[in-house]
């Protein structure tokens, strides 16, 4: 089928080209930011240091065997209670978190190490152990993020992305390329968002769809990274076509 052309780079001017550029470039360095947000979020769930698939499936599916409290304890929050506290901790956890246990040894320990920022009266909306219902909540066997935030989240997802992929393709459609795979970039990011958020649900499901999360997540970046650096190179080192569709 033939398609009427879209016109190419090369006929952009100064500012259009600058335009191009400046909105490539902070893209770019929106997805930088996220990829770091990412991984500062989410790695060091399964209590080793940097991200992996164990923390991405945490994240989603939960660790079943365990509670929120203890995997904050093993995990972002090991720095600040030391060994003895911790064993305490999680022997209460083992015995079912009782009020009497936490009476009289847990509370004294988080209201010592843990309350200066895990109470209302810090103000920083962290979970609140002041009390033992505060505490309760995450003594409980941990299921991963709940489905209400991650319908938050897809649907932020889903709307930012979906703009985000908008501006960039509207500057990618004026790259010259072989025309097929051209094709193949512009839906490339589109799909793997789609993907990446189904395994979300998918992997509160079942675990093993931390894989997908990952490879539809890297998939994003890279098919982004190919349109921005296409884009970047062809606006200012022009050839004279003009991309046939
Ligand atoms: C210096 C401030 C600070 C102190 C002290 C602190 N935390 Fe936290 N805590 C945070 C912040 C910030 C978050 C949210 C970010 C995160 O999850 O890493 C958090 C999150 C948590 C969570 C929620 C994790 C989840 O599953 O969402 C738990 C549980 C927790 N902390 C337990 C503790 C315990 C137990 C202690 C004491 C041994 C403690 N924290 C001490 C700042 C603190």
């Known amino acids: 089928m033939a398609y ?14 600058l335009l191009y550029t400046s909105f490539l470039l902070l893209m770019g360095a929106g997805y930088l930011m996220a990829l770091a947000y990412l991984y500062t979020s989410h790695q060091g769930h399964d209590g080793k240091p940097g991200l992996s698939v164990e923390d991405v499936a945490t994240n989603y599916y939960g660790n079943r065997s365990g509670t929120r409290l203890e995997a904050a304890i093993r995990g972002p929050m090991s720095g600040y209670i030391d060994e003895t506290g911790r064993h305490h901790i999680v022997a209460w956890l083992k015995d079912g978190a009782d009020w009497d246990g936490y009476q009289n040894t847990v509370g004294p320990i988080l209201s010592e190490r843990c309350v200066g920022c895990h109470s209302d009266a810090s103000g920083m909306g962290l979970p609140d152990f002041t009390s033992y219902e505060g505490v309760r909540a995450y003594a409980k066997v941990d299921t991963g993020v709940s489905l209400q935030s991650l319908i938050e989240v897809s649907h932020i997802h889903l709307f930012g992305i979906g703009l985000v ?23 490339l990011p589109f799909v793997a968002v789609a993907l990446d958020i189904s395994a979300w649900f998918l992997t509160k499901w079942d675990p093993v769809f931390a894989y997908t999360v990952i490879v539809a997540g890297a998939m994003l970046g890279l098919g982004m990274a190919a349109q921005i650096l296409i884009s970047l190179y062809q606006i200012w080192l022009p050839s004279e076509c003009d991309p046939c569709d």
């Open 165 to 187: 992929l908008l501006g960039i393709g509207m500057i990618f459609r004026k790259a010259c390329m072989t025309r097929w795979l051209k094709a193949v970039l512009m839906m």
């Open 4 to 17: 009427p052309p879209s016109t190419g780079f090369h006929r952009c001017g100064l500012s259009e080209r």
